[in-house]
């Protein structure tokens, strides 16, 4: 009986953590973090304040949470795209599809508001921000992979090592979005992106 009554303890936790999480997820996406509140986040989920802070620290600890999630489903979709490509595939190619792609995530997926607060967490150290950094992140795995293939099919110059260029790529990538943050929405990233690829890509093809 201890047991079952244990469980449905664990079970109704759970519960109200998804609430606080999918609540505090929509809020943001909607009126931007600076406007979201920890009350306004248990009103809508319809838990106590008491409850929001059982599971979170603060409202830093549930978007690190959000982070984290983000992180681990927009790597998971850079795979999926990045092995829907024949293997035959042009290395130059598949690096500006690639470019297209992270694009599409950090202005549709993620949005502005999220990744300013990344830049700010990067920056303050509010947040956890270790996950998006980690240089075993499959999207620092999947340009390592590409440039491999490009040398392979003698596309690209094998005199710089694979991991430095991957470590500049991302490097570029990071830049590139943090002067969107800081210039939006005057500074269209896709064109931006695409045009500084595209100036990297004659540095290593032969």
């Known amino acids: 009986m201890g047991k079952k009554k244990s469980n449905n303890k664990k079970i109704q936790a759970a519960v109200t953590k998804k609430k606080i999480y999918d609540t505090a997820h ?16 248990v009103e809508m989920a319809g838990v106590s304040k008491g409850s929001f802070y059982v ?6 600890s549930l978007v690190a949470a959000l982070i ?7 790597d998971l979709g850079y795979k999926s795209y990045f092995e829907s490509f024949s ?12 470019i297209n792609k992270i694009v599409d995530v950090i ?3 993620m949005g502005y508001d ?3 607060i990344l830049y700010e967490a990067h920056l303050t150290r509010t947040i956890n921000t270790d996950s998006l950094l ?10 390592g992979n590409i440039i491999n293939h490009g040398i392979r099919q003698g596309e690209f110059k094998k005199e710089i090592d694979v991991e430095t260029i991957t470590r500049h790529y991302v490097l570029a990538m990071r830049g590139l979005t943090y002067e969107w943050c800081i210039r939006y929405p005057d500074f269209d990233l ?3 992106s695409l045009e500084h690829f595209e100036i990297l890509l004659t540095g290593i093809k032969k």
């Open 26 to 41: 929509r809020l943001f996406s909607e009126y931007g973090f600076d406007n979201v509140s920890v009350d306004s986040i």
């Open 55 to 60: 599971h979170f620290d603060s409202k830093y």
């Open 68 to 74: 984290a999630d983000y992180v681990n489903e927009v």
């Open 87 to 98: 293997a035959d595939s042009m290395a130059s190619d598949l690096i500006m599809s690639l």
């Open 107 to 109: 202005t549709c997926t």
């Open 114 to 116: 999220i990744m300013r």
């Open 134 to 143: 980690n240089p075993s992140r499959y999207l620092y795995k999947i340009f």
């Open 190 to 192: 896709r064109n931006q």
